[in-house]
C-alpha cells in the first residue's frame, strides 16, 4: 500500500487522539432529588470510571475497601446502623441519592437496612457468588460502588431488605 507523505503523518497523529480520548463514557439514566428529598427529575450522565488512586484520593481507606473493593464493614460498627434522623442516603464516592431515612427499618443485623432505594433507576444489581453462597449484590448506578446487598426478609410493603455499608453511604439530614 502506498501512502503519500501526508497520509503518513496523518494516520498516527488520529490513532494516537483516538487512543487518547478513548471509547465514548457509558450513560446512565438516574433520578435527581434536591436536599429535601423532593424528585427533581430524570437525567441521563455519564457513568463515572476512575482509576484505584483516583478513589484513594477521594475516599478514606474503610471506604475505598467497602465502596470501591466490595469489601463489608463489622455489623453493629458502620455509623449509621443506629442513625434515626430524617434525610438521604448518598454514595459516598459520587453523590447520588440513594435511600430515604423514611424508608429505613430496624433489621437487627447490625447494619443501615432500607425497603427499598429512593429510586430504582440509581441502584444496580447483579449476582455475587464470593464465600460459596449466591447473593444479590446492590451498586451505585453511576459510579459502581458497592453498597451492599438485598435480600428477601424485609417488611412491607416490598418484602425487601437492602442491608448496607454506613461506609459506602454519606448521610445529609432534611
Known sequence: MNMTRREFFLVPAVA??????????AKVTLVLFDAKGARKGVVTVDKITKSDDEWKKQLTPEQFEVARKKGTERAF?????????KGIYNCVCCGT???DSD??????TGWPSFYQPIAKENVATETDRKFGMSRTEVLCKKCDAHLGHVFEDGPKP???RYCMNS????FKKT
Open 167 to 170: 461506609a459506602s453511604l454519606d
Open 77 to 85: 460498627s458502620g455509623k449509621y446502623a443506629e442513625t434515626h434522623d
Open 103 to 108: 424508608t429505613k427499618f430496624e433489621s437487627g
Open 16 to 25: 494516537g487522539l483516538a487512543r487518547a480520548t478513548g471509547p465514548a463514557a
Open 158 to 160: 416490598t418484602g425487601l
Open 97 to 99: 441519592a440513594l435511600f
